[in-house]
């Protein structure tokens, strides 16, 4: 927006400037050239930066409409936002008043050295190009001493959360290592060199019981379990409201090789966190099946929509196969690890060729956690159970029938 308007500007003086330019020495022109661009380039930048310290606050004031009135006015959210506003304000100014010394700097005539030449003035003749280079240098290095303040409030930073932001950290044996979690928030730098969180945080991001401070706040994928969104945080309880909304878990994997395992273990985690529903994917594998969850838990629960789809090798597919292992994905409800109600299932396009007359089913299902250890094991047994409509290869006519553990009970029609 800015920019087409300076734009505009430049093409309205252009031509003076270029008969300027044209009585310039190489000097003055190189000189020139260098000192408005950077001019420009800087109050493009002062632009962008008045209007990302703006979106800042607006970013927090919007996602506080989603907390209670309680909580919004509220003391402690008054101390959040007070200096949140106060350092967007200040920083704004300054900002505005180096966006207004660069526009004089654009507005300035060229200028012309004191040659001594011959019909030539040897007084400096006013001009961008006769300021000194203090004079010159002078906003931009205020300019970039601001830069630090502007990123910590508009890109935030982690900060370690401590017992008196949230109680629950303190919830546990003294001879266990602490609870560990960070919050990504705008943050003011104060007197002491300490960051200080303000507005809400983004999200709060909880790591495995123990983990150290440096890596915590360093925040890689690597490490983070579980990131809960800040407006499930409740500023005047210090704790965490799990009605506000739904975590994020990290994907999770249980792959052949014991070393690569990385699952969420709840002991490693502060007390509310299993009651958190959160979102997320799990993988399981081994030799014969790659089974992935995608959709909501709670406590290391399926709880919500989602979503098992099963990898299978399909050339040790033969006749005689249990239906449950040609299952290649089934969606619904799923309540405590179980599908609630009516779901669809999708089996493999393989059984057609190993005498299975079945290719989807939408009805009463069930889906049970597999016991077996080992290569055996195929993690979820899928099993139609109930009423329901299948789909087959042999046939365009749907069957509906009744079922028990994916054992045909009667056919209905």
């Known amino acids: 927006e800015f920019g087409a308007v300076i734009m505009l500007d430049l093409c309205a003086i252009s031509p003076s400037i270029c008969r300027c330019i044209a009585s310039q020495t190489p000097e003055e022109s190189a000189l020139y050239q260098e000192r408005s661009s950077r001019a420009f380039q800087c109050y493009v930048s002062v632009q962008e930066q008045q209007a990302s310290l703006a979106m800042c606050v607006q970013k927090v004031e919007f996602e506080a409409k989603k907390l209670p009135a309680a909580v919004r006015t509220s003391e402690e959210w008054e101390e959040r936002m007070y200096p949140l506003k ?178 969420l273990a709840f002991e490693d985690y502060p007390p509310a966190c299993k009651r958190l529903r959160y979102f997320g994917k799990k993988t399981w594998e081994n030799d014969q099946v790659v089974v992935t969850y995608t959709g909501y838990w709670k406590n290391d629960k399926f709880h919500g929509p989602g979503t098992l789809t099963f990898t299978w090798d399909e050339s040790k597919f033969e006749k005689g196969r249990a239906d449950h292992l040609t299952v290649l994905k089934v969606k619904g409800e799923f309540h405590s690890g179980d599908i609630v109600g009516s779901a669809p299932i999708e089996y493999s396009p393989k059984n057609a060729k190993i005498g299975k007359d079945i290719k989807a089913y939408q ?27 299948t789909q087959l290869f042999s046939t365009t006519e749907p069957s509906t029938d009744r079922w028990g553990m994916d054992v045909k009970i009667s056919h209905i029609r």
């Open 86 to 263: 106060d350092a967007v304000h200040k920083l704004t100014q300054k900002l505005s008043m180096i966006g207004q010394r660069m526009e004089f700097f654009l507005q300035m005539p060229v200028g012309r050295f004191a040659d001594g030449a011959q019909g030539e003035s040897k007084t400096p003749k006013n001009g961008i190009i006769n300021l000194g280079t203090g004079e010159f240098e002078k906003e931009f290095k205020e300019f970039q001493d601001l830069q630090e303040e502007i990123s910590l409030l508009v890109h935030g930073k982690n900060v370690l959360l401590e017992e008196d932001d949230w109680q629950d950290l303190l919830e546990k044996e003294e001879d266990e290592p602490k609870f560990v979690a960070v919050c990504k928030t705008p943050v003011i730098k104060e007197e002491d060199g300490k960051y200080k969180s303000v507005g809400m945080p983004e999200n709060i991001l909880i790591l495995p019981r123990g983990t150290a401070d440096e890596v915590a706040l360093k925040k890689t994928r690597a490490h983070w379990r579980l990131s809960i969104p800040g407006k499930m945080f409740d500023f005047c309880a210090n704790a965490v409201d799990e009605d506000r909304g739904d975590a994020k878990a990290c994907d999770q994997r249980v792959p052949k090789i014991e070393r690569l395992k990385k699952v």
């Open 363 to 389: 009805g009463s299902c069930v889906v049970q956690q597999d016991d077996t250890q080992g290569a055996e094991s195929v993690f979820w047994k899928v099993y139609k159970n109930g009423e329901g409509t």
